[in-house]
């Protein structure tokens, strides 16, 4: 009971923001716009990849795809401040970023594929389900991206998952709060068929991003997160091998 009356003034509060923000989720033009900025710059990124980053692993390639496919204009900065081989000093912003953008790009995907199965494809109305399940998938995929490296490296499953679990939990949590609380609050009730289903979740996708980015220069800061490696060093050790 108490939870529900939280949720109710929590969503009473933001009742200004969804008013504002759904006309403009739904509207074709806008979200039209959005599409061609998302090819645009997912175009952009390819492009930086292979004329000037070919040294970027090709985990962090996919990683900086999924986070410009989700995040459009604002993606492809990340990537251009954070991201590239060419950065002249690696902060701890930066790492944080790229931190984030690593964990994004796995939760992102488990998002998606929860909202656009539980909510548009199965067509499911209770919001405790759909938030429950999408929850789940974006735990495991946002897992799945630090478990399977550090096996592929050698490390046991057991400690690859204490590891994933140490590290990625309070940014899952938080991204994940954050986004798919964003989703439900601005699209509840849409179908699957409806603009706003789509406009609200990937607006949704870079709200998590930009509630996690703290959590993550938070936890590098304090070493629990490596901040994935410097793409300038791999630079320099990608000329020195050739």
């Known amino acids: 009971m108490q939870l529900d009356a939280l949720l109710r003034d929590i ?5 200004p923001v969804r008013h504002v923000m759904r006309p403009l989720l739904s509207d074709p033009l ?15 990124l390819l492009w930086d990849i292979r004329e000037r980053n070919q040294a970027l692993p090709s985990l962090m390639k996919g990683v900086w795809t999924l986070v410009v496919l989700y995040s459009g204009p604002f993606g492809l ?4 401040y954070a991201g590239r081989t060419q950065i002249s000093d690696d902060t701890l912003w930066r790492r ?48 799945a991206l630090t478990v399977g490296p550090l096996m592929q490296e050698g490390v046991g499953f057991g ?6 679990l140490y590290s990625e939990t309070p940014s899952i949590t938080v991204m994940e709060i954050t986004a798919i609380g964003t989703d439900l609050l601005l699209a509840g009730g849409a179908h699957i068929g409806d603009l706003l289903f789509w406009g609200a979740l990937v607006f ?29 060093e791999m630079a320099r050790d990608a000329g020195a091998t050739a």
Do not use: Q
């Open 77 to 80: 900065g990340v990537y251009a």
């Open 159 to 164: 400690e690859a998952m204490l590891d994933a």
């Open 96 to 143: 944080g970023l790229r931190s984030t953008a690593h964990c994004y790009s796995g939760c992102g995907a488990g998002e998606v594929v929860g909202f656009v199965t539980l909510a548009g494809l199965l067509a499911l109305e209770s919001s405790l389900v759909i938030t429950a399940g999408t929850f789940t998938l974006a735990y495991l995929f946002g897992y």
């Open 204 to 232: 949704s996708l870079s709200i998590g991003f930009l509630a996690a980015f703290p959590v993550n220069a938070v936890l590098v800061h304090l070493g629990v997160k490596e901040g994935m490696k410097n793409p300038a």
């Open 30 to 44: 806008v979200m039209g716009i959005w599409a061609v900025l998302v090819v645009v710059s997912v175009g952009v």
């Open 11 to 15: 969503e009473h509060a933001l009742a």
